[in-house]
């Protein structure tokens, strides 16, 4: 066990329901191609695979995927949309979990090596991304910039959504970097909000690479998003790719 959070049974159920949005065409499109063309004609491990955002429709393009998931209650939802058969999954978490056979892709999207709240855990899912790569693989990771530059002096909170149905704001330890994240969202229309929050350590673009280095990976390239815009001191996040050398 690891210092990741467990997803609830509550939270998995409504996840995708919340995540319209980064499950529509316009967002998984690019994502889909990027990855696809990354595993060539080899296979694809998901850490933290979920609900199968990803994982399910990068399988329908007919890359062989496998998962790896924490959170019995998010993969109790994947399977319900396909069998283990068509997308096994194995239990446990990303930094030291393995999975037989070897691998053409690893990857690792939406924010998720942040749920690893120490730097040694991240690194081991580094070492086990490598673990699982076969000579002139690729592991991938899509991560936010810290948005450290927005924080006045003295403030430790910044929002990233005011909307209708949901207030979110993080929180920032900038000692330990540890970012909560804050979310109050309505459900109903009687006014009443949910309120919900995550912890995540955050790390920067050369942290990682460090990580990867100690792994024995190399990077290869680093852009602003899956359609490949250059990334920049602007870029709100990255698409990070190392190799594993022949």
């Given at each position: 066990m690891t210092s990741s959070e467990l997803w609830t049974r509550e939270t998995a159920d409504r996840y995708d329901a919340e995540e319209t949005e980064m499950s529509s065409a316009a967002v998984?499109?690019?994502?889909?191609?990027?990855?696809?063309g990354l595993a060539g004609d080899g296979r694809a491990l998901e850490f933290a695979i979920g609900t199968g955002r990803v994982g399910v429709p990068l399988r329908e393009r007919g890359v062989p995927v496998v998962g790896i998931e924490l959170s019995e209650h998010m993969a109790a939802v994947l399977r319900h949309k396909v069998d283990e058969d068509a997308l096994p999954v194995a239990m446990g978490d990303m930094a030291t979990t393995t999975v037989p056979?070897?691998?053409?892709?690893?990857?690792?999207?939406?924010?998720?090596?942040?749920?690893?709240?120490?730097?040694?855990?991240q690194v081991e899912c580094f070492r086990n991304a490598a673990r699982h790569l076969r000579p002139g693989g690729r592991f991938?990771?899509?991560?936010?910039?810290?948005?450290?530059?927005?924080?006045?002096?003295?403030?430790?909170?910044?929002?990233f959504d005011v909307s209708e149905r949901h207030l979110g704001f993080d929180t920032f330890d900038l000692v330990e970097q540890i970012l909560t994240s804050h979310h109050f969202t309505r459900d109903g229309d009687d006014g009443r909000y949910r309120r919900g929050n995550s912890r995540h350590r955050y790390a920067w673009p050369a942290e990682l690479d460090l990580m990867a280095r100690i792994a024995g990976l190399e990077l290869e390239r680093r852009v602003a998003d899956w359609d490949g815009a250059p990334f920049t001191q602007e870029s709100a996040k990255h698409i990070s790719v190392w190799r594993k050398p022949v």
């Amino acid at each position: 066990m690891t210092s990741s959070e467990l997803w609830t049974r509550e939270t998995a159920d409504r996840y995708d329901a919340e995540e319209t949005e980064m499950s529509s065409a316009a967002v998984l499109g690019p994502t889909l191609d990027f990855l696809a063309g990354l595993a060539g004609d080899g296979r694809a491990l998901e850490f933290a695979i979920g609900t199968g955002r990803v994982g399910v429709p990068l399988r329908e393009r007919g890359v062989p995927v496998v998962g790896i998931e924490l959170s019995e209650h998010m993969a109790a939802v994947l399977r319900h949309k396909v069998d283990e058969d068509a997308l096994p999954v194995a239990m446990g978490d990303m930094a030291t979990t393995t999975v037989p056979g070897d691998f053409s892709l690893v990857y690792l999207v939406y924010n998720t090596i942040t749920n690893l709240l120490t730097q040694d855990e991240q690194v081991e899912c580094f070492r086990n991304a490598a673990r699982h790569l076969r000579p002139g693989g690729r592991f991938v990771i899509e991560l936010g910039v810290p948005p450290l530059r927005c924080l006045p002096p003295g403030q430790v909170a910044v929002p990233f959504d005011v909307s209708e149905r949901h207030l979110g704001f993080d929180t920032f330890d900038l000692v330990e970097q540890i970012l909560t994240s804050h979310h109050f969202t309505r459900d109903g229309d009687d006014g009443r909000y949910r309120r919900g929050n995550s912890r995540h350590r955050y790390a920067w673009p050369a942290e990682l690479d460090l990580m990867a280095r100690i792994a024995g990976l190399e990077l290869e390239r680093r852009v602003a998003d899956w359609d490949g815009a250059p990334f920049t001191q602007e870029s709100a996040k990255h698409i990070s790719v190392w190799r594993k050398p022949v």
